[in-house]
């Protein structure tokens, strides 16, 4: 049994020292961390502290604690196990046998996500053995000076709930539309993207598929100024992937992910997903009410 593998490699059996603590707990104890952006010192104190925050996790007065370094041990674990994705998606199994996954579209979008790593001078050949990250990339903002060093959460939203159904996690010199393709669920009625996303064979693709492809267009040297039907076009697609913003306005306001705090895509797409699903649950909680 996975979980029974997962407990024997967090703690070997006959071990000195106390017990490993129950999965469910510090699985848990993670999702607390990421809806609250905290760092695993912090979770450390806050589970301490805060009466709510062990009635969630299932931890007893008594009991002691998991310190951060347990804490962030398991984190790994989950990373190291590829147990994440699986848990993701069960968890969209879930809300979906809740009724909460709608359907009616799927809203393509990506953010940038800046790692806590050292930055190394621009242009400079990734190396495992120096301070940084070698697997993040630069790559420079649109309208805005300067460059951003880290990764690029993509995503795929549910239009009406706000749920997000797809999470991928690059560096962040991928392209947007790198991506595109595995945000897809393929049981939606449209695809809504900017032009970013935009291509005549992922048009032609969904449309073979029964959904309609709702991605705004961009002039080209051949149309450098667009007709006014494709600029109406545009316009009503903008008004209806907007809610994708909301998405990373509260994982960034209001959940603290502003920073990539582990070293490595694998760590970082792991902090990612933590936070797709802290967001989701929170999302339950809203839609249930």
Same mark, same amino acid.
């Given at each position: ?88 998606? %069960? ?9 909460? !996954? ?5 809203? &393509?979008?990506?953010?940038? !996500? ?10 400079? *050949? ?16 649109? +309208?805005?000076? +300067? ?20 999470? *991928? ?9 790198? %991506? ?39 002039? @080209? ?14 316009? &009503? ?20 992910? @502003? ?10 797409? +792991? ?8 967001? @989701? ?9």
């Amino acid at each position: 049994m996975r979980k029974t593998r997962l407990r024997a490699r967090l703690r070997p059996p006959g071990a000195p020292g106390r017990p490993a603590y129950n999965a469910l707990v510090m699985f848990k104890a993670l999702l607390l961390q990421s809806l609250y952006g905290l760092s695993d010192s912090e979770l450390e104190e806050a589970l301490a502290d805060r009466l709510s925050f062990r009635r969630f996790v299932g931890l007893a007065l008594d009991e002691v604690v998991p310190d951060h370094t347990t804490l962030n041990r398991f984190r790994n674990l989950l990373v190291e196990e590829k147990l994440l994705d699986p848990l993701f998606g %069960e968890l969209d199994r879930q809300l979906d046998n809740a009724g909460l !996954i709608l359907r009616r579209g799927t809203m &393509l979008d990506a953010t940038l !996500i800046e790692t806590a790593a050292a930055r190394p001078p621009s242009g400079a *050949v990734p190396d495992p053995t120096r301070p940084g990250d070698p697997d993040a990339g630069f790559t420079r903002r649109q +309208g805005k000076p +300067g460059s951003s060093y880290g990764y690029k959460a993509h995503v795929g939203v549910d239009q009406g709930s706000g749920l997000i159904r797809r999470v *991928v996690t690059t560096a962040a010199n991928v392209n947007d539309t790198v %991506e595109a393709d595995r945000l897809i669920c393929g049981d939606e009625a449209q695809v809504l993207a900017d032009a970013a996303y935009h291509t005549k064979a992922r048009e032609l693709s969904l449309k073979e598929r029964g959904i309609k492809a709702r991605m705004m267009r961009r002039p @080209n040297r051949h149309h450098r100024q667009l007709p006014a039907r494709l600029k109406r076009f545009n316009r &009503l697609i903008a008004r209806q992937r907007f809610a994708v913003e909301t998405t990373f306005a509260t994982w960034k306001n209001r959940m603290g992910l @502003n920073a990539i705090r582990y070293r490595g895509l694998a760590k970082a797409a +792991g902090q990612v997903l933590l936070a797709a699903m802290a967001f @989701n649950m929170r999302r339950w909680v809203t839609l249930a009410a």
